[in-house]
């Protein structure tokens, strides 16, 4: 038949579905797939909606209707959620299931549109335009079935989905549309490409869309399939490397050789032979090399064993520096790096001398406990230096679980040593100095507590055996000079403590922050800005101001940085004169001198005041002395009586520990009224206020008993407490003055203060030994045992022959009438 008779047989063949299909049709939405005219293709019914609308049509014309839904997750599609374009096919066979679906078997005929829906309530059903093929350019159309063609043949060829028998189905089609409807059923793409098809109504048209679609399908599969070689041709090679290497071993096992074949395992050995271990240390090694050199490259459990032999072959284990014994050069090294802090020099020069006598010795863990600024961290690195070792920090802020010091076991994914093992590591001699830093910070939770852990690293009689769940080996640490640092003595667990040598460093004095300031932060200051050579100096006013009126704290940090401050002003006007004199002008040798006047200039208003002593007596305001984190403080107590209930009121934000001792002041002062000189009943229908100053600062702690004591007696007798004297000391209800901490602050706040006298406990006049001078200096420092030892230097002589003759008359009957007493007071 020839190609004439062909297109006149498909035009009569076209003409007869036409007058056979009905124009209104029942629509069957399809979820999953896109059927074409001429696509011969079962139908698995499983909703109602659509079961009626296949009985529907198999009952009538057979003709039905299929469009792909916009989304196949819908489970109820409704008008707007089917495509327009379809298929008109008509159902060839129908097969019943026993679960309810219904599978039917269609041939599509032709391309279709929906006009308009009707307003069938049990299925869709729709009026269909029947979309006829029209003839195109012949020639275009060749050109384009054969680029259709090439194409398709090459997708069929990479798509290993397509059975290859497909190109020679293809090539017996001789109609173009049956060509192109059949390309796009065999295309593996998703419903809304293939829609796209359908949505053209010329078969050239659709024929620019599937090669399209073929060309960007191509250059996919191209890509996968240089991916997928890519991904063979290293399966291939990690295989064959796997295969020679187990070749390797067998011929080996077979000739008795060990592992002189393979570099890796030699470069091994060799470290396990030059890292010079112990005997046990030693034999662990070989285990697991013996292991690694059973076990597979590409096993995890290879990358296991090579990290823990790496690990036993870096910590050191032998080698050592030889320490600097030269006391007189380790002294000189401390104190070029540090002014002051005569403590713990002088432990760390008798350390040396002890160390001329024996080669080694235990016990070497120290705590420098001091306020944040002190140089507990930059004294420990010059400790190091001074006697030649090697130094590592370790900083135990925050750290609250106990595998951080002892390690993860190598169970774990990921599992590493401990910071103390890693520290060696770093250290690369076994017997570095290692700072434990923050040692009060740490905390503890469900994962373990790490200050527990850190007991056996700090205990000298058992660090030689530490050890650590990664190496599971003994390491020695008794050559290690451990240092640990805190803030507060307190947060550190008591059996913590118990291991160390505590040494307290105060805050510094202002002569010593002036010495430090002089001789450390100016000159590293002046050198990070630039001003080296241009001839800037401090006066020592000028730095004693920013000491006294700009900072407030115990160490020399916030010093350091509003030196910094006037530093970096200095530079900015150097660099504007500078700049208003010509840049290219040679600068004049000017001097720049930074005076209290200019101080003020960069830095503003002061930040602090100076707390001073008031300078008039007062009856019921006593001034006492407390310790904070930063210092010493003079602390001002007010005292008053009014009419009122019989109450005691306590305000200024006291602890609890405070409020006791202004309990048992009041007690003291109610029991001992008589000796006081006080009648019998001066409490009644009086209520009592007691107040510290500055009430949003929080304040606790004993040392203020005997202050609240004079506040109280001051009150009561309305007589004024001299206001140069300052006092500091915890009290009983049988009138002792019981010792207290932090005297060397508090005596430096009361000459700050101008403060002439200070009583302190008895039992504190050991301490006053080891106070400088300079702290002491232009103080009457006064020991008291008992409360009314402390009378006279706080209300007169006068006061003292009142209260000696109201004791002698202790035991004669009280003859005085109470109106008397009051006028006497």
Not at 16 to 42: A, C, G, H, Q, T
Not at 250 to 256: A, H, R, S, T
Not at 576 to 587: C, D, P, V, W, Y
Request: charged share 30%.
């Amino acid at each position: 038949m020839s190609l004439k008779d062909k297109a006149k047989a498909k035009e009569e063949n076209d003409n007869s579905i036409l007058n056979e299909v009905p124009k209104i049709l029942p629509i069957l939405p399809l979820r999953d797939n896109v059927i074409f005219p001429y696509m011969i293709f079962p139908v698995l019914v499983g909703r109602e909606q659509s079961i009626k609308a296949a009985n529907y049509a198999l009952e009538n014309s057979k003709f039905i209707f299929l469009s792909a839904q916009k989304k196949a997750n819908i489970e109820e599609p409704k008008e707007e959620d089917i495509y327009t374009e379809g298929t008109v096919a008509k159902i060839i066979q129908i097969l019943k299931l026993p679960n309810g679906l219904m599978k039917i078997l269609v041939d599509g005929l032709i391309q279709g549109r929906i006009l308009q829906f009707t307003d069938n309530k049990e299925f869709f059903e729709a009026k269909v335009e029947i979309i006829m093929p029209k003839e195109e350019n012949p020639i275009e159309m060749n050109a384009l079935i054969r680029q259709m063609t090439h194409l398709f043949k090459d997708y069929v060829k990479i798509n290993r989905t397509i059975p290859t028998e497909a190109i020679s189905a293809y090539e017996n089609i001789d109609e173009p549309d049956r060509k192109l409807f059949y390309v796009a059923a065999n295309i593996t793409q998703n419903i809304e490409v293939k829609q796209k098809i359908l949505q053209n109504f010329t078969i050239k048209e659709q024929l620019y869309e599937v090669i399209k679609i073929l060309n960007s399908e191509i250059d996919i599969l191209k890509v996968e399939k240089e991916i997928e070689n890519k991904v063979q041709e290293n399966i291939a090679k990690t295989q064959r490397k796997f295969i020679i290497q187990e070749q390797i071993r067998i011929l080996q096992d077979e000739l008795g050789e060990e592992d002189e074949a393979t570099p890796e395992f030699v470069r091994l050995r060799n470290k396990v032979k030059k890292a010079k271990m112990p005997k046990y240390a030693e034999e662990k090694a070989n285990e697991e090399l013996n292991k690694l050199k059973k076990t597979p490259p590409m096993s995890p459990e290879s990358t296991v064993i090579r990290n823990y032999l790496e690990w036993l072959i870096d910590v050191p284990w032998n080698k050592k520096t030889k320490d600097n014994l030269d006391i007189k050069y380790v002294r000189q090294i401390l104190d070029e790096d540090h002014y002051g802090l005569e403590k713990p020099k002088e432990r760390i020069v008798e350390q040396i001398a002890v160390l001329n006598l024996v080669q080694q010795i235990r016990g070497q863990i120290l705590c420098f406990v001091g306020p944040p600024g002190v140089g507990k961290t930059s004294l420990g690195k010059s400790i190091a230096r001074a006697i030649g070792r090697s130094f590592v920090r370790i900083s135990l802020g925050g750290v609250r679980d106990e595998a951080e010091i002892r390690g993860h076991r190598r169970t774990y994914i990921g599992s590493m040593p401990g910071k103390i093992i890693q520290s060696m590591k770093k250290a690369g001699t076994v017997n570095p100095v290692i700072l434990l830093d923050e040692i009060d910070k740490m905390s503890m939770d469900f994962r373990g507590d790490p200050s527990s852990a850190m007991l056996e690293v700090l205990d000298p009689e058992q660090n030689h055996t530490f050890n650590d769940h990664y190496l599971d080996l003994d390491y020695d640490l008794s050559q290690v000079m451990f240092i640990t640092t805190a803030n507060v003595k307190y947060n550190i667990p008591l059996p913590l403590q118990d291991r160390m040598e505590i040494i307290e460093l105060p805050g510094y004095l202002e002569h010593e922050k002036l010495q430090i300031a002089r001789r450390h932060i100016i000159p590293k200051q002046l050198s990070m800005h630039g001003l080296n050579d241009k001839a800037v100096s401090f006066e020592d006013d000028a730095v004693s101001k920013v000491i006294t009126d700009y900072t407030r704290e115990a160490g020399v940090r916030n010093l350091e940085r509003e030196l910094a401050n006037v530093c970096r002003k200095t530079a900015r006007e150097i660099v504007l004169k500078r700049s208003a004199n010509g840049s290219k002008q040679k600068e004049t040798a000017e001097q720049h001198v930074i005076t209290p006047e200019k101080v003020v200039e960069f830095l503003g208003v002061e930040k602090f005041r100076r707390q001073k002593a008031s300078d008039e007596p007062r009856v019921g305001s006593v001034t006492g002395l407390a310790w904070t984190s930063v210092g010493g403080e003079i602390l001002s107590v007010d005292a008053t009586v009014m009419s009122g209930a019989e109450k005691l009121t306590l305000t200024g934000q006291l602890g609890d520990v405070m409020k006791e001792s202004a309990q048992a002041a009041l007690s003291f002062i109610r029991s001992n009224a008589k000796s006081l000189g006080l009648p019998t009943n001066f409490q009644k229908g009086k209520e009592v206020h007691i107040h510290l100053p500055e009430g949003a600062i929080p304040k606790d702690g004993p040392s203020a008993g005997i202050t609240m004591t004079m506040a109280l007696y001051s009150a009561f007798s309305g007589k004024p407490a001299r206001s140069d004297v300052a006092m500091t000391g915890e009290i009983t209800l049988r009138g002792n003055v019981l010792p207290i901490g932090g005297l060397n602050e508090k005596l430096l706040a009361a000459q700050r203060s101008g403060i002439k006298t200070v009583l302190i406990p008895k039992d504190n006049e050991k301490d006053l030994l080891e106070i400088l001078p300079e702290v002491k200096e232009g103080l009457s420092i006064v020991s008291i045992g008992k409360i009314f030892e402390a009378i006279p230097f706080v209300f007169g002589k006068d006061k003292a022959v009142s209260l000696k003759k109201a004791r002698t008359s202790k035991s004669k009957p009280d003859k005085t009438k109470p109106g008397r007493a009051k006028r006497n007071k």
